[in-house]
C-alpha cells in the first residue's frame, strides 16, 4: 500500500513538473509573439491555468516531504505527550479541509460540465479542463492528509526530511 501511495503523490509531482514545463513554453511563446509581431490567443489564459495545475498537482508531494509550514516553535517546546496530542489534531483538522476542499473541487468540475462553462477569453477554453487539475491535485492532497492522520495515530508517522535534517 506505501508503494502505491507514494506512486500517486509522485506521479502527481511529475504532473505538476509537465505543468510547469508547459507554463514555460506559454511565457516563452508569448514572449517571441510580442518580439516577433505575432499572436498566439490564449497564452496568458493557458499559462494561468497551468500554474494552477503544477500549484495543485503538487500539494500532496510537498505534504509528504514535510516542505508544508510548520508552527515548529509551539511543538518543540510542549512535553512528547503534548506535542503527540497537538500533531494529532492539526493531522485531523487538515485531513477535513482538505477533503471538503477535495469535495468542491470535485464538485466544481461537475457543474462546469453540467453547465457547458467556457472561459470568458478568446480561446473559449471549456472550464472543466482547467479545473480538473486542481481537483485532482486536491483529492490526492485528501488521500495524502488520510494517510498521515493514520500514520500519526498509529504513531509511525513517517520522519518529515526538513525535521530529521534539524536534528543531524
Known amino acids: 500500500m506505501r508503494r502505491l501511495l507514494d506512486a500517486i503523490y509522485g506521479s502527481a509531482a511529475a504532473l505538476a513538473a509537465l505543468c ?30 497551468l500554474m494552477a495545475g503544477a500549484g495543485f498537482l503538487a500539494l500532496a508531494h510537498t505534504l509528504k516531504r514535510g516542505e508544508h509550514i510548520r508552527v515548529t516553535l509551539i ?3 510542549l512535553p ?12 485531523g483538522a487538515a485531513m477535513l479541509l482538505a477533503l471538503l476542499f ?17 472561459s470568458t477569453g478568446n480561446d473559449a477554453t ?14 490526492v492532497l485528501a488521500i495524502a492528509t488520510v494517510d498521515e492522520f493514520v500514520l500519526e495515530w498509529r504513531g509511525r508517522a513517517e520522519a518529515r526530511p526538513s525535521e530529521a535534517a534539524r536534528h543531524e
Open 75 to 77: 511543538l518543540s517546546r
Open 20 to 49: 510547469m514545463v508547459g507554463l514555460l513554453v506559454m511565457v516563452l511563446l508569448s514572449i517571441a509573439g510580442r518580439q516577433l509581431h505575432f499572436n498566439v490567443p490564449g497564452t496568458d489564459a493557458y499559462a494561468g491555468y
Open 80 to 91: 512528547a505527550g503534548g506535542r503527540r496530542w497537538l500533531e494529532r489534531w492539526a493531522t
Open 126 to 139: 471549456p472550464l472543466w479542463i482547467p479545473q480538473l487539475a486542481m481537483a485532482v491535485g486536491t483529492v
Open 102 to 118: 477535495a469535495w468542491f473541487s470535485v464538485r466544481l468540475v461537475f457543474q462546469s460540465l453540467e453547465y457547458h462553462d467556457i
